[in-house]
C-alpha cells in the first residue's frame, strides 16, 4: 500500500462522532495518529474511515491511541480495523478486570503490534529535517503521573478551589497526552475527571502552558476542574462534544472566566434547554442540528511550518482563525 506524501504541517482533525472521540494528528513526516475510535457499529468507524479516506487522504492509520475502556473511546476500534489498516495500538494494558468488558473484539483485531502507554512514554515518531522537533509524551494513565521535578514550575492550590467525589469510574484511568511541536503544544486528557486534573497541576505543573486544550470528557461539569484549566492557560479550546453531551454550564463558564482563552470551538451546537447559556459563536461550531440529521462536518486545525501559529478552520461555516503559539 502506497504512503501518502509528506503533509509538511501538522494538523489536527477533531471528527465528529456524536459526543465520543476521534482526534486524527497528521505529522509532518507524513504519519497518522488516531486517538480514540468512537462508538462500534457502523456510524463512527464509517465516519472516521470516510475522514481518513476524503479529507486526510490518508489509507492507513499508523498509531492508534486507545485512551481509555469506556465504548465511546476503544468501542469503534475493531470495526475501524476493517475499513481501514492499523499498525500499532497503544493502550493503558488489558488488567485482568478490562478483559470481560473490551471483549474478543479489541482483543483480537488486527493490528501490526501492541503496546501499553504509562507515564514519561513517547510514542515514536518520525522527524522531518528542517522542521520543529515533534513528540507525542503520555503524562499519565491508571491514575499515575509522570514524576515531578525542579522544571516543573510550582503551582500552589488556589483558595477557591474544590474537589468533588471520587471518580470511581474507567474515566479515571485515562491517558493523558501532550502532543509538542516545536512551540506548539496540544494537551489531550481524554476523560480524566475532577480530582486527577488538580493533582496533573498541583502542588506542581506537570503539564505546562499549552495553545490548544481539547477539553476533557467531552466538557461535562464533572471534568474540566478551573485549576487545570488555568494552569493550562490555553489560548485555544476544542469540545468534542454532542448535541445534548457534554458543554455543561459550569465547564463552559470555566472557559469564559480564563484569561488566556481568545475562543472556543464546538463540534456540535449545545441543543439542551440551558444551550443558549452554553455555546460559542455559531461560526466556531460545526454541526448545529439534532442526530438523525446531522451530516458529521469536523474542526481542523493546522499548524505553521515554523511551528510559530496555528490556524484552526471549520469548514462548515466557512470560519477560519489565525492563532499565535506561546
Keep these: ?71 465511546d473511546h476503544y468501542g469503534g476500534a475493531a470495526d475501524l480495523a476493517k475499513l481501514i489498516p492499523v499498525g500499532r495500538v497503544y493502550d ?10 473490551v471483549g474478543d473484539a479489541y482483543l483480537t483485531f488486527p493490528a501490526e503490534r501492541r503496546l501499553v502507554l504509562t507515564p514519561g512514554d513517547e510514542v ?26 525542579d522544571a516543573h514550575a510550582e ?14 469510574s474507567h474515566n479515571a484511568n485515562s491517558i493523558v497526552l501532550l502532543l509538542r511541536h516545536g512551540n506548539f503544544e496540544f ?42 484549566i488555568r494552569a493550562l492557560a490555553p489560548r485555544v479550546a476544542v469540545m468534542n462534544n454532542g448535541h445534548r453531551k457534554g458543554c455543561g454550564p ?16 464546538q463540534v456540535h451546537r449545545n441543543l439542551r434547554p440551558d444551550g443558549d447559556q452554553a455555546n460559542t459563536e455559531p461560526e466556531r461550531i460545526a454541526n448545529t442540528t439534532e442526530a438523525e440529521h446531522c451530516t458529521a462536518h469536523p474542526i481542523l486545525l493546522e499548524v505553521g511550518a515554523d511551528a510559530a501559529s496555528y490556524t484552526v478552520t471549520v469548514p462548515s461555516t466557512g470560519h477560519a482563525q489565525t492563532y499565535r503559539t506561546k
Aim: glycine share 6%; with cysteine; proline share 8%.
Design 1 to 71: 500500500m502506497a504512503k501518502p506524501a509528506a503533509a509538511d504541517t501538522l494538523r489536527i482533525h477533531w471528527i465528529d462522532v456524536e459526543g465520543g472521540a476521534a482526534t486524527l494528528i497528521l505529522t509532518p513526516a507524513g504519519e497518522s495518529i488516531l486517538i480514540d475510535t468512537g462508538m462500534p457499529g457502523l456510524r463512527d468507524p464509517v465516519r472516521i474511515h470516510r475522514h481518513c479516506r476524503d479529507i486526510a487522504k490518508i489509507a492507513k492509520i499508523d498509531h492508534l491511541v486507545i485512551t481509555h475502556f469506556d465504548l
Design 124 to 149: 515514536p515518531l518520525k522527524q522531518v529535517e528542517g522542521r520543529p522537533p515533534l513528540t507525542l509524551r503520555c503524562l499519565g494513565a491508571l491514575q499515575r503521573f509522570i514524576e515531578p521535578t
Design 155 to 168: 503551582n500552589p492550590l488556589p483558595e477557591w478551589a474544590k474537589r468533588k467525589d471520587p471518580d470511581l
Design 250 to 265: 459550569e465547564m463552559f463558564a470555566a472557559l469564559k472566566d480564563t484569561p488566556s482563552i481568545e475562543a472556543i470551538y
Design 187 to 228: 494537551f489531550d486528557g481524554a476523560d480524566l475527571t475532577w480530582n486527577l486534573e488538580e493533582r496533573l497541576v498541583s502542588p506542581r505543573n506537570l503539564v505546562g502552558e499549552v495553545d490548544v486544550y481539547q477539553t476533557n470528557h467531552h466538557g461535562l461539569d464533572v471534568s474540566n476542574n478551573p485549576v487545570l
Design 92 to 101: 493503558h494494558g488489558v488488567r485482568p478486570q478490562d478483559v470481560e468488558r
